[in-house]
């Protein structure tokens, strides 16, 4: 039996990787002169969560979810709520924001736990469908229920943010170290989920569906489990969010939101892990880029997508991955197909 | 939040009743159109056009314009259509036809791509804010009085010509050597252009046909509905569920669904307004679950 | 083992099962032949569950399994591989078999190990082994030959640890020489797993090599039993296979 070696080991060598990360973050956050680079990072925090969830989904599971940021939205919702609310604040006082992050990410968890019960059990084009109506279903509760959520207007008058472990959330370097550790923390689940067999489960259902139900495996549980876990960690996204704006909208779970995070998974590279974080920066350099020459950032957005998708093809990183191994082509050279590894 | 009273009262009164039946069976009969543009593309080219609410969106617009330039509702209600029909045709040659063989992912992209544009172009030509057609000249005439109700004379001309443009397309689908062509090439395109044919014309027509009536919806919608960029995408989810509920290529199945659709939004929004998306919702889900071939459809979707 | 009686399967106005009664004895390697249209795979698909029989019992180990679930069937241990290879092309053929092992050892939805475990990874390699994909093990699965994906596909049913494993034409597709070597294989694995193994085959010359009992079927119903040197001689097999000459399959 060999000794534990802890590079050897693939869970503990993600989890070093998010401890240097964490703390990389953190370096920065304590060195970093104005406030720009920190909010800019936790805005990327935040749609980094939303896309490596729903890359759970549609990378590793093949299931395409149109509807994934009304998961995200419900994170900041459950969040808010809970800590505008005086009884509560009254009854955790320091363990406030904490237990508040842990209700947004549990009762999100049921909300798509639910969803994902009814929508896995059908093909591709009806789930994609069903997903996207119970996004626009949240959105019209959301804006319907105006006494409790603020409707249209969004979340009013501030989230209290009680202090607690040392942390003033209302500091801008501590809201910052905040959302590092929830974006950290996602992303380490992602990874480990995927490195387990339960992640191997999830790529047997993508290659084949039929076959993995030949080999005894439970397709529909390992969805509904796959829809649940990335609702869950999409909400961390949502209180990242709701801590940056001290507030929650119902934008956050419009349509445009989940198309894009396809979008940025796409542009990203649909057939690595890191894929989608290098989509989320790629296209928020896309949007600064565009706004500087131009107001119609939609149109602009439009175009830029049917250009990856028609003319390119696949993502960045896909692009590389096959430069890189045309580069050490046999002479007798395939249709490459990739691995999510 | 609910107000079951008013609901309630106004199935004990025949005015309210034809009011509110009247006006459901329009907004039914404006479903039935598009969503019969999203079944017969999705029959055919088994394609689902996500940005079928643009054209719809297109078709309102351009009507608008067309009305306020030429003052003929009629001209207006066939710019409106030709319009979604001849951009529907661009973007298929463009962008669609080259996704028919590729995954999911890739055409729910693109149909969102086109979203996007359809959108911004819009508020960049009409503007931002809220447009309203009101009821054309043509029709600023004496409502008709039925049973104490008030039906006004463009809801029947709404009906008549849904009614008979949806029939029209379904004869020329069932019937017509086009229909019948592009029915054979969408089972076997290979063996359909050895033949001689250019399938890619016909499958472009078609999609060009499926949108042309989104374009008409919206534009006979103008008069009733006001305008605003992003209107697609409410009558998408709807027609969706129309769809689902009729069942995925069944035109018959849409029209029950539709009627079905349009009066329980037309009776919700009076007793309970905050929950008509929500009961919409459980018809389908309860579809979906009891039966997932839809009312009047083929093929589970399984 | 595995015993079929008085199955009957109709389709409408065809009978593409008559009244077929079989016997496989656990450990035996037998074949079923017979020209197309014969019923072999339609046979395959009763006892695997995805048709029910018209009438008549499947019985395994004495247990009847008739009309149960495919995926009850596959927990009982009848384990099948396909004609068009089903695999998972995006996974590399250790990952893939680990997969399958790792469904069969109930690891499914585990979260609490990197992928494989320990003891998943030793029976894969164990696998490997006994299929003979050790030099292949690392590349991708949609990026192996035609004749390894076959194998792949064989050695995914073989994951189960089944009792009856069937093999819908194993050589389908493959050139003359890989042929011989899958069934080198074939004959290697039912001997080393000890399991009953029942196989569908087109190439004569192959089914008389290799199996140990020969079944024909004809017209849904069974032509002839024995061994090959029986089945070699017998007239109205024979008869059936006059003047055709054995066709090479492509997939």
Known sequence: ?341 | MLDLDALLNCFSATSCLVTQTSTGIIIGMLLFLVASGVTLIFGVLHVVNFAHGAFYMIGAYTAWSAYTATGSYYLAVLAGALSAAVIGIVFERLAISRVYKENLLMQLLVCYAFVLVADDAVKMIWGAEYLAMGIPAEFRVPPYRFAGGVVPPFYVFLVATSLAVAIACLLLIRYSRFGKIVRAAAQNASMVSVLGIRVPVYFAALFGLGCALAGMAGALAAPVRSMTPGMGLSILIDSFIVTVIGGMGSIPGALLAAILLGVTRSFGSLGFPLFVDGVMFIMMVAILVFRPQGLLGERAPR | MLRLEHLVKRFGGLTATDDVSLNFPAGSLSAIIGPNGAGKTTLFNQITGHLVPTSGRIRLENEDITGLKPAAIVRKGIGRAFQIASIFPSMTVREALAAAVTAHRRATFSLGSAFPRRDIADRTDELLGLLGMEDVAERISGQISHGDQKLLDVGLALALEPKVLLLDEPAAGMGPEERWQMMATVQRLWKSANMTLIFIEHDIELVFRTAEVIHVLRYGAVLASGTPDEIRGHPDVIEAYLGRETVEETA
Not at chain 1, 75 to 83: A, D, N, S
Not at chain 1, 278 to 299: F, K, P, Q, S
Request: with cysteine; charged share 10%; aromatic share 12%.
């Open chain 1, 1 to 341: 039996m060999t000794r534990f070696h802890p590079f050897a080991h693939p869970f503990a060598r993600a989890a070093l990787l998010a401890f240097a990360a964490f703390c990389g973050f953190l370096l920065v956050g304590a060195i970093s002169p104005g406030t720009w680079l920190l909010d800019t990072l936790t805005g990327l925090f935040a749609a980094g969560l939303l896309v490596m969830s729903l890359h759970l989904l549609i990378g590793y599971t093949g299931l395409i979810s149109f509807g994934h940021a009304a998961y995200y939205a419900s994170g900041g919702y459950i969040f808010g709520m809970v800590l505008q609310t005086p009884a509560f604040v009254a009854a955790c006082g320091p363990w406030s924001v904490p237990l508040a992050t842990l209700l947004a990410f549990c009762g999100t968890g049921l909300f798509a736990l639910v969803v994902g019960s009814i929508c896995a059990r059908l093909s591709e084009i009806y789930f994609a469908f069903l997903t996207l109506a119970f996004q626009m279903l949240f959105v019209s509760i959301i804006q319907g229920l105006v006494h409790y959520t603020g409707g249209d207007q969004g979340l009013m008058g501030g989230i209290p943010r009680p202090a607690f472990l040392g942390l003033d959330l209302v500091q801008v370097r501590d809201r910052y170290a905040f959302s590092a550790f929830l974006f950290v923390a996602g992303v380490l689940a992602v990874r480990l989920i995927t490195l387990s067999s339960f992640g191997a489960s999830l790529r047997m259902v993508r290659d084949n569906e039929r076959r993995a139900a030949f080999l005894g495996v439970n397709t529909y549980l390992v969805k509904v489990l796959a829809f649940t876990a990335a609702g869950s960690i999409a909400s961390l996204g949502g209180v990242v969010l709701a801590v940056f704006t001290s507030a929650a909208y119902p934008e956050w779970a419009s349509w445009s939101v989940s198309g894009e995070a396809i979008f940025m998974i796409m542009l990203g590279g649909l057939h690595s892990f890191w894929g989608p974080l290098v989509g989320v920066v790629a296209m928020r350099i896309i949007n600064d880029l565009t706004l500087l020459y131009t107001t119609h950032t939609e149109m602009a957005k439009g175009l830029a997508i049917l250009f990856v998708v028609l003319v390119l093809k696949r993502g960045i990183l896909d692009w590389l991955a096959d430069w890189r191994k045309a580069r050490h082509a046999a002479p007798s050279v395939k249709e490459q197909d990739h691995a999510a590894p």
